[in-house]
């Protein structure tokens, strides 16, 4: 195992280019089992788990090869295997994606129930319920969802709840479904987009009819297709926080600003310097850091994936604020990580209130999930002193070269062997 090793008090200065986003790179990997042309990939991080999906998709019969560092070429000319197991499901519950497109393109699927993770138990039986009224007859046996149907067909459905990784595998089994398909109530986050828009560039035809409605007219077959995955804006807003937490200044080039906006307030409204291009953002800080309640929700709302790195600059604010997690139940795993830094957080259900302190102090902390691993290196780039995380695997698996990157602008950050764990 590897601990990174931080020496905070070093104002981060300098230029940051972004990463291509896991969570959009992920599905794109999946909807290439939809064709059995091939699909070349542009901007795929270098992450674990675009290797976890890889490893997936090669079991699952697909041919892969990295034409260029960033570049995959895949190709499911066909499928030999229609099992996601339990042993890649659980180190990456986004596995859950090939369930849509193998349904789609072969008409079953062997795939493990994720079951619980760091950040709640995250079911997903939306995933479910929308293929069944597509037609799939379900069955769970075993820890495996068994899925069957001779073609898919096209429904109106409407889920319950909004759902990321549901909407998209839904769309995706629906575009080589028989008829037309229109989802309600589905997730507007720009990764969707991004699967739509490769869809559409492999023959598909989907559109928004409103913001949370889409509808997919089945195809009986997608074709070859070259797409670049669009920018990670949780890696860019990281970067933004970073900027603020170190009272630096940052300028982050290549996303999206579009998809920053509700992040890019709360900075404006902590006081920092927010200057906004087309692709473009520099954060300047003037010292001070004020903080604002914050509530979770799904995009265009604050997103869940900045909560934590959210927290960690607030807990260095000269005022008192709320966090509520309304999308995942128990995504606060950071706070007494947070806490053993000096921070001064109390929970209470779903709701964190945070009272700004005039410095952390660097310790000896343990990471749990992705996020919290980079709410736990912006604490540690800005307490006084040297902090140690441990369990930094989890941030491998979403920020591809995270601290070549900080050591650019300027971090005392390395990565060593640990002993302890
Ligand atoms: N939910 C259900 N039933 C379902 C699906 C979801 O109850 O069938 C619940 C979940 O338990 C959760 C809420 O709905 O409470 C939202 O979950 P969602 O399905 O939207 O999450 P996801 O698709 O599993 C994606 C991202 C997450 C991100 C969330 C929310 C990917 C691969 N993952 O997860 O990213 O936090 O959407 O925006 O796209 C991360 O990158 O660190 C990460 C966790």
């Known amino acids: 195992m590897e601990k990174m090793v931080i020496k905070g008090g070093t104002p981060l200065r300098g230029e940051v280019p972004v990463s291509g986003a896991k969570n959009a790179a992920l599905p794109a990997m999946c909807a290439a089992l939809l064709t059995e042309d091939e699909l070349t990939l542009h901007r795929v991080p270098a992450l674990r788990d675009i290797r976890t999906t890889k490893q ?4 699952l019969g697909v041919q892969l090869d990295d034409l260029t560092p960033g570049t995959v070429r895949i190709r499911a000319r066909e499928i ?7 042993e890649l499901v659980k180190t990456m519950r986004a596995s859950v994606l090939v369930l849509g497109p193998l349904m789609a393109r072969a008409g079953i699927a062997n795939v493990s129930l994720p079951g619980g993770c760091a950040i709640g138990a995250r079911p997903i039986d939306q995933h479910l319920k929308g293929l069944e009224a597509m037609g799939a007859a379900i069955e769970l046996r075993s820890g495996y969802v068994e899925a069957r149907a001779n073609r898919l067909k096209g429904t109106d459905f409407t889920f319950d709840l909004i759902t990321v990784t549901g909407t998209e595998n839904l769309i995706m089994a629906a575009s080589l479904a028989k008829g037309t398909t229109v989802l309600r109530n589905c997730a507007m986050e720009p990764e969707v987009d991004g699967v739509i828009d490769l869809l559409n560039s492999m023959g598909a035809a989907i559109q928004r009819e409103s913001y949370d409605t889409i509808v997919i007219e089945g195809k009986d077959s997608l074709h070859a297709a070259v797409h ?12 933004l926080i970073a900027a603020a937490i170190t009272r630096g200044d940052v300028l982050v080039t290549g996303c999206d600003t579009s998809h920053l906006v509700s992040l890019l307030e709360k900075l404006e409204e902590a006081g920092l310097n927010v200057e906004v291009g087309q692709d473009r953002v520099r954060v300047t800080s003037n010292g001070r850091i004020r903080s604002r309640d914050v509530e979770t929700n ?3 709302g604050f997103a869940t994936d900045f909560q934590a790195q959210y927290m960690a600059l607030v807990s260095l604010a000269d005022s008192r604020c709320t966090i509520t997690e309304t999308v995942f139940e128990n995504r606060f795993m950071h706070v007494q990580e947070l806490v053993r830094m000096g921070a001064d957080i109390r929970i209470s259900g779903r709701s964190a209130t945070v009272r700004g302190v005039q410095k952390l102090s660097g310790a000896q902390v343990q990471a749990t999930d992705l996020r919290a691993s980079a709410c736990l290196i912006l604490a540690g780039l800005a307490a006084e002193g040297v902090t140690e995380i441990h369990r930094v695997y989890h941030l491998d698996r979403g920020y591809e070269r995270i601290e070549e990157k900080l050591v650019r602008l300027g971090a005392d950050i390395r990565r060593e062997k640990d002993e302890l764990l």
């Open 228 to 239: 670049t995955v669009i920018a990670d804006r949780i890696e860019a807003g990281t970067h």
């Open 298 to 300: 799904p995009y265009p």
């Open 80 to 86: 030999s295997d229609h099992t996601a197991p339990y």
């Open 56 to 59: 997936l998709l090669i079991q």
